[in-house]
């Protein structure tokens, strides 16, 4: 891949996308952001740019828009792209599901098509371990039996089918599923994090508001999981971790290829040592009360991360006292997410 050749990061605007940003620009590759900003701030842009992570352009377009689109590869000779662009609360995709699957799946669909017209074969695409379901095993392997829980699970498998049959339909494709774990932390100026609409749906988010004082306190759902302290154990890893492997997969694609790769830690954290964990390293005490489970959690999710080593030579490099601490200077730096001015 010619470094001069810019890379497409649909959803750059977005959280994980904003941190692939900064990744990329750290390591010489230009690229361009594509986002309708449904989900994100064109303020990201501003803190992109004091971090010195501008993109090329910034084009506020739909994925579901060919023309868009079209105009856009006809404009850059792009050497692949990242594709962030989605719809991600799964409570909401299960009240409106036509809607996550237009997006997600009809988006990704149109997207490959334009790649296609503008042969640009190389895509690395942000599937996620829901598509495991309630897994029978942990840690998980990537052979592991595939379901779809909700309609934004669906929405990633039928995006993750689409890849295969397109790839061995035409192995000219450079592919990478990449299936993230729990993405949380932000980046260590500060100036990037998570900033969710509205009341958090996710653990870290609903912790670092807590800690902020904008909510009373956190509810954790459920204690009497079969797991070593009765809450959910999840696979925390670092946003900025999480970023890396995004360069890393496209390196890995140098030659055609379909991966499929968890990014995850493979360390187990229930919500309880999540709590604690902040509470000391950021000496602020988290409120919290136990109540029921929250319908369609499972009891426990963990990578087995060692495709990702062995293929993308990446492994997590940030321990959960940073994820917390990084977390926690976001939210305070900006309590009004985007919209503090800094
Ligand atoms: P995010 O909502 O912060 O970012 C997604 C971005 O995509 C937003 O900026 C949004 O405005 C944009 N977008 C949505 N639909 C679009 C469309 N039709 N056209 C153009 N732009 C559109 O979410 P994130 O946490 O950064 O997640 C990025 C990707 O990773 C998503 O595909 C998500 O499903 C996936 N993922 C996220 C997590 C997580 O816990 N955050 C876990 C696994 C997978
Ligand atoms: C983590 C743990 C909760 C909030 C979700 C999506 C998944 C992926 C990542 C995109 C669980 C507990 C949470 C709260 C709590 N997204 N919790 N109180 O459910 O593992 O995964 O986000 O692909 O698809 O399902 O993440 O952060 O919501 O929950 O007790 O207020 O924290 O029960 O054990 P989850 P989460």
Redo the contacts with the bound molecule.
Sequence with gaps: MAQTQPILITGGTGFIGSHTAVVLAEAGQPFVILDNLCNSSPKVLDRLARLNASPLEFVQADIRDSAALDALFARYNFAGVIHFAGL?A?GESVAQPLRYLENNVSGTINLLQAMDRAHVRRIVF?????VYGDPAVVPIPETAPLTAT?P??RS?LMCEDALRELHAADPRWHIAVLR?????GAHDSGLLGEAPNGI????????TQVALGQREY?????ND?DTPDG????D?LHVMDLAQGHLAALRALDTPKLLTVNLGTGQGV??KD?VDTFARVNGVPIA?RF?A??P????Q?LADARQAKALLHWQTQHNLERMCADAWRWQSMNPQGFDTPL
Excluded: E
Aim: with cysteine.
């Design positions: 991600k799964v942000s599937s996620s371990a829901t909700n934004y699970g990633k993230y774990f729990n993405p949380v958090p749906n996710n653990l870290m988010p609903y912790i956190l509810q954790i759902f459920g999981y809450t959910g154990v999840r925390y229930s919500v999540m919290h109540v489970r929250r369609g959690d499972v009891a999710c």
